[in-house]
């Protein structure tokens, strides 16, 4: 057994164990709770902990023998001699020294992701404010991202994404924050209701599996509910609360900007019912209500999948769509483009394939440098397009 494993740092492997595992008692929680609070880097030594029994979970099952193997091997490689040399420095700088199991605990979080082949989706940067006590995870533009949550819920990031919570999640609360995009498949626990808090909005599920757009730069915050219950609480620019109920296959949207516009429309009809509204009677500008999809959630959560489902969007909207897709810059010489709609399918093709596709319902040219997507009217396509339109009529 390595000298520098005390039975103090025994029990608190067992407490992390027996939690991640979901086999802690509440007594168990609190006093773990209370050792990751001490300290700075009992936070960070929990989380490191955490993150290999994460990255085992995103990864896949592997046959215990073929892990401890390559455990074997991997641990092998590591130099006593730069061991020996870090413990010294440690020691020297007078800080708690972590124990050679958590090497392994390492190496594991490596080792999984390299044996598993592939993953459904790609990881997102994460890393780890010592200051706040929180993880972070973030999906660049250009990509998306798929993170497992301590109690097992699901998360996939959308490009231009971020997914915030602290290193106690799990213990007495499930909240997270998101600036961005998210689909949430959220494991049941009545007890510990998962919490998405997205500008004003506190989105609150249970057992669910819900989308979230939150950009900033949207002015809207829009809730989709795939399966499950979902209760939205906020207040509004006047600071009066208010709370909506949410049921499956219905969509809301909720104006961020103080600035008054023309209530959203909706594809079918809103459920009055849905809506129990807290002091609120004489609002100047009433809060949205659900939009019921009648099966059409598909296309609020395509966006995770590589089959992209584009249903009558306008295309000054999807643009800012494809820029965070696919993480470049796209110009308009003329606003009128903005207006056209588009209806699709977009499956693995690339930047070019798709404003190619674009050119068959909408009357543009582009020109594509450097990262930067031009577009310009194209009289002629403009011409036949609107011949076209009158003959229909």
């Known amino acids: 057994m390595d000298p520098l494993m005390s039975e103090e740092n025994s029990k608190i492997d067992r407490l992390i164990v027996n939690f991640l595992s979901g086999e802690a008692s509440s007594e168990e929680q609190a006093q ?12 960070e030594y929990f989380c490191r902990m955490r993150d290999a029994w994460q990255s085992s979970a995103q990864a896949g099952r592997l046959p215990l023998q073929r892990i401890e193997k390559a ?3 991997v641990t092998e490689r590591i130099s006593m001699t730069s061991i020996s040399e870090k413990r010294r420095q440690l020691q020297k700088a007078q800080k708690p020294i972590w124990p050679r199991r958590q090497l392994k605990y390492a190496a594991a979080a490596a080792l999984l992701m390299i044996l ?18 929180e993880i972070i ?20 990031l959308n490009s231009g994404s971020k997914l915030v919570f602290r290193s106690d999640y799990n213990f007495r609360e499930r909240d997270v924050k998101l600036t961005g995009e998210a689909y949430f498949d959220v ?12 500008g004003n909005l506190q989105i609150k599920a249970t057992g669910t599996a819900f989308n979230v757009k939150a950009y900033p730069e949207d002015n809207q915050i829009t809730t989709t509910l795939v399966k499950g219950l979902v209760t939205i609480e906020g207040v509004d620019d006047q600071q009066r609360a208010f709370v ?16 008054k516009k023309e209530p959203e429309s909706v594809e079918t009809r809103t459920d009055n019912a849905a809506v129990n509204n807290l002091n609120d009677i004489h609002r100047q500008e009433p809060i949205p209500l659900p939009t019921i999809l009648h099966g059409k959630t598909e296309k609020h959560i395509s966006w995770k999948e590589d089959r992209w489902i584009i249903d009558n969007e306008n295309f000054g909207n999807l643009a800012i769509e494809l820029e965070r ?19 699709g399918i977009i499956e693995n093709e690339t930047l070019e394939q798709i404003f ?18 031009t577009l310009t009217v194209d009289k002629q396509l403009e011409k036949r397009y609107k011949k076209a339109w009158k003959t229909n009529q």
């Open 32 to 43: 773990l709770q209370s050792w990751i609070e001490s300290d700075d880097e009992h936070c």
């Open 116 to 133: 598993s082949g592939s993953v459904t989706m790609y990881f997102a940067n994460r890393r780890f404010d010592r200051q706040s006590c």
């Open 71 to 73: 455990l074997d091997k």
């Open 187 to 198: 494991q049941t626990n009545p007890d510990k209701p998962f919490i998405v808090k997205a």
């Open 137 to 156: 995870y973030q999906a660049n533009y250009g990509s998306r991202a798929y993170v497992v949550l301590p109690d097992s819920s699901s998360v996939w």
């Open 356 to 373: 190619n596709i674009f050119t068959y319902s909408i009357p543009l040219k582009y020109s594509i440098d450097k990262g930067v997507v």
């Open 325 to 343: 897709r696919y993480d470049v810059s796209i110009r308009f010489t003329s606003e009128e483009l903005k207006e056209y709609n588009f209806t």
């Open 244 to 259: 909506i109920k949410m049921k499956p296959d219905q969509s809301i949207s909720y104006r961020t900007s103080s600035l």
